[in-house]
């Protein structure tokens, strides 16, 4: 699960909202590390899933998480 503090939860939120049905590039360092689709505006926590392996994602979270 993704959790953002409670300004940036809003302003994400507003963002998807604004991207639903385009993708999402996830950067870290500014590189890419992942992409996603947005089905919907995302609130303040939400879980990322889609066709990640276990692994692909405990990976993408480590790196989120530097």
């Not at 993704?2 to 999402?24: H, I, K, M, S």
């Not at 992942?34 to 889609?50: C, R, V």
């Not at 990976?59 to 998480?65: C, D, F, G, T, V």
Request: proline residues 6%; glycine residues 6%.
């Amino acid at each position: 699960m993704v959790e953002l503090q409670p300004d940036d939860a809003r302003r994400f939120e507003a963002f998807t909202g604004r991207n639903v049905d385009r993708p999402l590039a996830i950067l870290v360092d500014g590189q890419v590390v992942g992409l996603a689709n947005i089905f919907e505006p995302l609130p303040g926590a939400f879980h990322i899933s889609d066709r990640f392996m276990q692994q692909e994602l405990d990976e993408l979270l480590r790196k989120l998480s530097r």
